[in-house]
């Protein structure tokens, strides 16, 4: 599938708000703590190394469809670290689609169950105040660049939503707090906060929407709910 370069200006501009979804959740500090405390103590984990189709590369924030060889530099590397998964996951509805999305994208089955709970609580057809829709709460925008036609369909939706979590673990280096904060403020916001860790954004936390920092701890909640 390609995507011209102007349709990922816009979809990396483009905040993932959705006001409906955001409830009382942990502190966005308290929760970014205990991450980052369970983080220190745990043994290190090999990740997985996930390439990106043929012909795409990863640069300047955007995803570029290139013409012609690209070339390989550390500069413009094709492959990315991504998340580890922690296992097994409980079974939700839409589990194959899910599961299936994960494994192509090199996402975690946990993140994913954890954005669609916190979005749309598994509702196929949630619309929110600021106009995102379906299971992951896709804007127009977004759906458009990463080829959604019908962001009500399942099986679009998760597929883009969790290309769209791929690419943003790509250009956060797999910082979970900092991909759901882009998630739902926009990376062009996150990203021009200077900080490059989770533990820099939540020493600025006070800089997010006070939105945004409870829907870092929902999905962080979630995700520990669907973690067997």
């Given amino acids: 599938m390609q995507i011209d370069p102007i349709s990922w200006k816009s979809l990396t501009d483009s905040p993932q708000v959705n006001s409906n979804s955001i409830g009382s959740a942990t502190g966005f500090v308290d929760v970014l703590s205990s991450m980052l405390a369970e983080e220190s103590t745990s043994q290190p ?28 530099s550390p500069s413009s590397s094709t492959s990315v670290e991504q998340l580890n998964d922690t296992g097994a996951t409980k079974s939700t509805t839409f589990e194959d689609l899910i599961t299936s999305a994960g494994e192509r994208y090199g996402v975690p089955v946990s993140l994913i169950k954890a954005v669609i709970d916190a979005e749309s609580s598994f509702n196929p057809n949630a619309v929110s105040s600021a106009g995102a829709k379906g299971l992951m709460q896709l804007m127009d925008g977004t759906a458009r660049g990463l080829g959604v036609s019908n962001p009500f369909d399942p099986a679009q939706n998760i597929e883009g939503g969790t ?32 900080v490059s860790t989770d533990e820099e954004l939540m020493s600025v936390s006070q800089q997010l929407p006070k939105e945004t920092q409870a829907y870092i701890g929902k999905v962080m909640n979630a995700r520990s709910k669907y973690t067997l």
Avoid: C, H
């Fill in 163 to 194: 290309k769209y979590l791929s690419n943003l673990i790509q250009r956060f280096g797999g910082e979970i707090a900092m991909v759901l904060a882009a998630y739902n403020a926009g990376p062009t916001r996150i990203a021009g906060m200077g």
């Fill in 45 to 72: 984990v090999e990740r997985s190394i996930t390439q990106l189709a043929p012909g795409v590369t990863f640069k300047d924030g955007l995803l570029w469809q290139q013409l012609g060889a690209v070339e390989e």
